[in-house]
Nanobody, 114 residues
Framework: VQLQASGGGLVQPGGSLRLSCATS????????MAWYRQAPGKQRELVAG???????DYADSVKGRFTISRDFAKNTLYLQMNSLRPDDTAVYFC?????????WGQGTQVTVSS
């Protein structure tokens, strides 16, 4: 299973970005997919996760601003990020936990700055 994250960049405070995570290789059902982020000097933290059945969870800091979704036909995970703040600056990673193991993408940098 390979994960390829994209969509990061530089955006001003209040702006929006949409991250994508394309999955290739062996497609595994009954998997949970998630976005994590890691800011400089901080631990990696869960941003949002979505289960195979559609159950969704968000970190308190992003509730109401970020939306996670997945397209099963395209094997792609998305993260729509609105009302971005400077403290959202981090490298964002996609992750999947499947019955055959856990896998990570390579990360995409999101920088929120004026």
């Amino acid at each position: 299973v390979q994960l390829q994250a994209s969509g990061g960049g530089l955006v001003q405070p209040g702006g929006s970005l949409r991250l994508s995570c394309a999955t290739s290789g062996r497609v595994v059902s009954k998997s949970v997919m998630a976005w994590y982020r890691q800011a400089p000097g901080k631990q990696r933290e869960l941003v949002a996760g979505i289960g195979d059945g559609g159950a969704i969870d968000y970190a308190d800091s992003v509730k109401g601003r970020f939306t996670i979704s997945r397209d099963f036909a395209k094997n792609t995970l998305y993260l729509q990020m609105n009302s971005l703040r400077p403290d959202d600056t981090a490298v964002y990673f996609c992750n999947t936990v499947t019955p055959i193991g856990a896998f990570w993408g390579q990360g995409t940098q999101v920088t929120v700055s004026s």
